[in-house]
């Protein structure tokens, strides 16, 4: 028979093309088990090359920090009025690249998007690991850094007289329970993904995955207290990663400097973490998918999702960003107006505009399907995206130190020590260090829920057969 | 007399229904629906159902934990500030409400967690013992069906469990 197309045809084939899968629903499950122990056992070379380099940065870190810590903040040119220079911008890009790895697990767990099974573990790792990093640089930034108790919020008996109504103590507070909570969600979420490990490691690993496992033998009974804990655990962590940009915001929003007194800063902040972390997690799933060979589960549907919901987050922070200049532009504060006035036109202003660009306009190339298919492309632009992030906070600490309410206090030529950068670099390379740790020793794709969004599919495909 | 385990390992979730369907129409003396568990690589929620209503009570010490970490919390936090009424505070509340509700609900979410995780280890009976009736391909892709039964009745479980092609039948000695 000889069939001809004709474009009546092609239209309807066209209509009738499946939509790629975000996973095949023909993956056996023992090859799942596979895919993932293997990941563990093998990684590609780049991961030790990841690790060794991420290792080098770390050192150089810790060096600079000694040095830092020997010598005296000076080496690190520290000094009235800039007083927190990269280290406070850096601590808040931290905390905000913690957000989306619980926060989005958290949102799109308990709204039932399957879509997040194969990449929420390694997203929820990004946020212990970006905390810890974050803590680092709150001891980092202090004169006496052996006095650090003096911001955690506890009883006067001892005579220090930590104010509590202060953010900074909230803030101690705050990123304590996140770090906690998230540690906790990240871990009990593993327990059944631990037995599995135990039952295929032998050895010291064998003890050690039975140790972490707690017994678990997939029993009914468990799997309804796990599920039931699990969800009440995700409904707690969305309003605490909530708090916690929030109060970070606070630290500024509450304080009289100009063009940090703005009550938009809260969801401002809060919408550049989810930012910057849905940035991150792009990043690292492509590098976890080269490098663990996960094309199988951390599919181009997903990062397609990931991207468009980066997409999303990009405009509403854009949104809150402009909100942020018309707040001081069409104010009544004169200071704070000359303070935007100066990060636009000042030293800093190549930043700034950096800064507006890499947020507002780089995250464009996110709109085109041809673009969020093309990896090399979306790792070029999710660092970029970061990068883009890292400057607003830089953009937000220096420019309002160098241009106060006193001209004499101005420092408008201010710029880092090498020190600064050094403990900053050594920053990325302790969070990049964990992270590849992190990955060598636990699943970084959960293989008990990815096997959960096999069956179903595969459930649904035989209901529609 | 003590009861004794058996488990039956099956390759897909229908087996296992159809297995569960005719150990409750069995109506064995000695045996009970309550005394079955599953053990799978997923959770199954339908095959749960077929073995009755079983109350999942982890929400309670959630509760629990709510309303004991805004206790304390607001308590530590505001017991600290009155500690000291001397202290000058230019007419301002010695315990201000609205601050102290930022450390107060951080409490509250910090110790709503580690409740519910107690909880769940609690249900989990950790640390206790657990059958050792158990096989790796469990936590791979097979589902088990554990029954704990009087001795006598064992024999007559296991000729259930073989009418299903099962993997694998395994038995422990009476204790």
């Known amino acids: 028979m000889i069939h001809t197309t004709d474009e009546s045809d092609i239209q309807i084939e066209r209509r009738f093309v499946p939509k790629a899968k975000d996973i095949s629903e023909d993956i056996a499950w023992a090859q799942i088990n596979k895919d993932v122990l293997r990941s563990m056992e093998r990684p590609r070379l780049m991961y030790w090359v990841i690790f060794l380099a991420s290792l080098a940065l770390f050192s150089f870190g810790v ?9 005296g903040l000076g080496v690190a040119d520290l000094e009235n009025p800039q007083v927190w220079g990269l280290y406070i911008a850096t601590f808040i890009f931290w905390i905000g690249m ?12 308990i709204m039932h998007a399957d879509w997040r099974k194969p990449i929420y573990r390694f997203a929820e790792a990004m946020t212990t690991f970006s905390l810890m990093t974050a803590g680092l640089f709150v001891l980092v930034h202090l004169g006496r850094v052996w006095e650090f108790y003096y911001v955690v919020a506890y009883p006067n008996e001892r005579w220090v007289w930590p104010n509590f109504n202060s953010p900074l103590v909230w803030d101690a507070t705050a990123i304590g329970t996140y770090l906690t909570s998230s540690i906790v969600f990240l871990y009990f979420g593993m327990i ?28 009914d009974r468990q799997w309804a207290n796990f599920r039931v804990a699990y969800l009440t655990i995700a409904c707690f962590l969305i309003p605490l990663a909530v708090s916690v940009h929030s109060i970070v915001a606070t630290d500024f929003a509450v304080s009289q400097q100009p063009g940090w007194h703005i009550t938009s800063f809260p969801p401002y902040f809060v919408a550049g973490a989810l930012y910057s972390g849905c940035a991150a997690i792009i990043t690292l799933f492509i590098v976890l998918r080269y490098v663990f060979r996960f094309e ?51 030293t800093y202003a190549p930043y700034w505009w950096a800064m507006n660009f890499l947020g507002s306009i780089v995250p464009f190339a996110l709109a085109f399907k041809s673009l969020r298919n093309h990896l090399p492309t979306m790792m070029v632009v999710s660092l970029l995206l970061n990068l883009g992030m890292w400057l607003e906070r830089f953009m937000i600490v220096t420019p309002t130190f160098a241009h106060g309410y006193y001209p004499w206090t101005w420092t408008g030529d201010w710029w880092p020590s090498w020190v600064q950068w050094g403990i900053v670099a050594g920053s990325f390379g302790w969070f990049s260090m964990l992270f590849m740790l992190f990955c060598k020793i636990f699943p970084t794709v959960s293989m008990y829920e990815v096997k959960e969004m096999v069956y179903h599919r595969f459930m649904a495909r035989k209901a529609r057969a | 007399m003590s009861k004794v385990h058996t488990l039956a390992l099956y390759n897909d979730f229908e087996e296992a229904g159809r297995t569960l369907q005719e150990l409750k129409a069995a109506n064995l003396p ?50 600290a500030q009155a500690n000291f009424l001397l202290q000058i505070r230019g007419g301002r509340p010695v315990v201000p409400i609205p601050p102290d509700m930022v450390l107060t609900y951080e409490l509250f979410i910090l110790i709503g967690v580690l409740m519910t995780v107690v909880g769940c280890f609690i249900a989990w009976k950790l640390p206790g013992n657990r059958s050792t009736l158990y096989n790796t391909s469990i936590s791979e892709d097979k589902i088990g069906i554990l029954v704990k039964a009087d001795p006598l009745v064992i024999p007559k479980i296991n000729e259930i469990f073989s009418r299903h092609q099962p993997l694998e039948i395994m038995g422990e000695q009476g204790r």
Not at chain 1, 298 to 314: G, H, N
Not at chain 2, 48 to 64: C, D, F, I, N
Request: proline share 3%; hydrophobic share 40%; net charge neutral.
């Open chain 1, 296 to 346: 199988a589960y951390m599919t181009m549907p997903i990062l397609d999702k990931t991207c468009r919901l980066t997409f999303a987050i990009a405009m509403v922070w854009t949104y809150l960003n402009l909100i942020e200049y018309a707040s001081v532009w069409y104010g009544n504060d004169e200071y704070a107006k000359q303070t935007l006035i100066f990060r636009a036109t000042g």
């Open chain 1, 63 to 71: 060096y600079c920090e000694v040095y830092q810590y020997q010598t």
């Open chain 2, 30 to 79: 000695g045996f009970r629906m309550d005394d079955v568990a599953i053990k799978s690589p997923i959770e199954h929620p339908e095959l749960s159902e077929m073995l009755g209503k079983r109350p999942v009570y982890v929400q309670l010490y959630t509760l629990a934990g709510a309303v004991l970490g805004s206790t304390v919390g607001f308590t530590l936090i505001a017991s």
């Open chain 1, 98 to 109: 913690s957000h989306s790895g619980t926060l989005l697990s958290a949102i799109l767990h």
């Open chain 1, 192 to 219: 059944p993904d631990l037995a599995i490990c135990r039952d295929n490691a032998k050895g010291f690993r064998k003890k050690f995955y039975w140790f972490l496992s707690l017994g678990w033998q997939g029993t």
